[in-house]
């Protein structure tokens, strides 16, 4: 993005706001983006500076978060064994004597193996994101409403049986 003269809005600014805040594209919705710019540019003039830097840092972190890998294996930490050391005899016991004295724990083995996921700043890109959207939302604050609401992360009736 190129930055335009102190206090004026660029070409692009009208939808690096919409994709920025996530706002689906309609009439309706780009035209609450042009109302919330040019009441802003009328009551604000600094704030289309800070609007704008706000907006190159959103688009710096999505270049960031698209150029980040996906989240790649779990890598192993420690594998340990326990048990069966060497070959089973091949004569095994048959009087319960003899049983007895035989270690069958021995005979079992036992793997016990521990991952790890490999460190991401995909986390903290995202984090960072966010709070430039809020801040952003700061500026404009009439466009919280368009953005898409988070779907509740349980929906369900409560039923007694």
Avoid at 91 to 99: A, I, M, N, T, Y
């Amino acid at each position: 993005m190129t930055t335009g003269a102190a206090g004026s809005w660029r070409a692009g600014d009208l939808e690096a706001i919409r994709s920025a805040l996530g706002i689906p594209v309609s009439a309706a919705s780009i035209g609450a983006i042009g109302r919330a710019m040019a009441e802003l540019e009328r009551d604000y003039l600094a704030g289309i500076a800070v609007t704008v830097d706000c907006l190159e840092r959103i688009a710096a972190i999505d270049q960031q978060l698209a150029s980040t890998p996906v989240a790649a294996e779990p890598v192993v930490i420690k594998t340990s064994r326990k048990g069966a050391a060497g070959p089973l005899p091949v004569e095994l016991p048959k009087r319960k004597l003899d049983v007895i004295e035989f270690a069958t724990e021995l005979l079992i083995e036992e793997v016990a193996t521990e991952y790890a996921l490999p460190e991401s700043n995909g986390l903290t890109l995202a984090a960072q994101r966010r709070q430039q959207v809020e801040a952003l939302l700061l500026v404009l604050p009439g466009l919280r409403v368009w953005q898409p609401q988070a779907p509740p992360r349980f929906q369900g009736r409560l039923e007694r049986s």
